[in-house]
């Protein structure tokens, strides 16, 4: 079981974010699990952002966290985060923020959004780009579809391991879809990160 430090606030912050994420064992019952941030995690640190950056040592918390249960279980994890109107990509490369060395496992995250507010860039790097149009109402969304291995599936035909696929869409230029990508079993990526 994770104890991170609980001496302190953010101790017991940590700790309460990792519960609700949960352990590797619970991550094992399903085939994917994933966790809504509202703000966004990919970012330098920087004391004014409004985003995990401002909280560095809980970002470094649960980056170890996860990175220690998940990473080294099923690694299943995907961060959906808000609030940096844009839409991104990351395949893990860039998530991990914690104490280890450079190929720590990390996990993928979708920055999605906005609906309806001025375009900006936020953060990164990412691996899939940064999507908005700065100083422009934007309209932007993701969509999250799963596919699971049909055990009755006599001819083969249906997916191998569960798989989920990530379409991110504008509807300014008539729903064009800006980027598409599937993620099948386990889904986080060594991180490229200087720790």
């Known amino acids: 079981d994770f104890d991170y430090d609980d001496v ?52 470094q918390g649960l980056s170890d ?13 995907l961060a959906i985060s808000s609030d940096a109107h844009m839409l991104a990509f990351d395949d893990g490369t860039n998530t991990y923020y914690g104490k280890s060395n450079e190929a720590t ?9 906005p609906l309806d507010r001025m375009g900006d860039a936020k953060g990164g790097p990412f691996t899939e780009g940064c999507f908005a149009t700065d100083l422009q109402r934007n309209h932007q969304y993701s969509t999250l579809s799963f596919e699971f291995p049909d055990p009755s599936d006599e001819q083969h035909e249906s997916t191998e391991e569960a798989c989920l696929t990530i379409r991110a869409y504008s509807v300014e230029r008539h729903k064009d879809e800006i980027f598409s990508k599937t993620l099948c079993g386990a889904i986080f990526q060594p991180s490229e990160k200087d720790v």
């Open 105 to 113: 496992p990390s996990f993928p995250i979708l920055q999605s959004g």
């Open 65 to 77: 966290y996860i990175s220690e249960t998940v990473g080294r279980g099923p690694q299943n994890l």
């Open 8 to 59: 302190n606030d953010l101790g017991r912050r940590i700790n309460a974010i990792g519960k609700v994420l949960g352990s590797s064992a619970q991550a094992e019952q399903y085939d994917f699990v994933i966790w809504i941030s509202s703000k966004p995690w990919i970012e330098e640190v920087d004391v004014q952002s409004d985003s995990w950056a401002r909280s560095a040592l809980e970002r």
